[in-house]
C-alpha cells in the first residue's frame, strides 16, 4: 500500500475553495495522479481523523509553454475535492 502522504501532496488554497470549506464544508487537495478514489478517501481519513463522506477527482492537463524557440508543457496533475462529515474540519485551511 502507498503511504499516505505520498498520495495527499498538497492543499489547494484558492478563493473558490476557501469558500467551499464555509459552504458546503468541502476541502480541495493535489494528490497523486496514480491515486484512485479510495486510496484518497483513506489517506485523509489516516492524516486528519475525519470522516470522508464523498470524494471527487479532476484531471487537471499542463499548459503548453514557451521558452524562446523551445517549448514545452507544464506537468499534469490530479486534482481531488473532499466532503466532510459535518462538524468535521481540517484545522490546516481554517485562517
Known sequence: ???PRNIVIA???TE???GQVSG???YTFKVSINANKIEIKKA???IFS???LNVNTIRMIGKPKRLGKYSGKRPDWKKAIVTLRSGDKIADFEV
Do not use: G
Request: glycine residues 0%; neutral net charge; charged residues 20%.
Open 1 to 3: 500500500m502507498i503511504h
Open 11 to 13: 492543499p489547494v488554497i
Open 16 to 18: 473558490k475553495s476557501e
Open 24 to 26: 458546503n464544508n468541502t
Open 44 to 46: 485523509i481519513e489516516h
Open 50 to 52: 475525519v470522516k470522508v
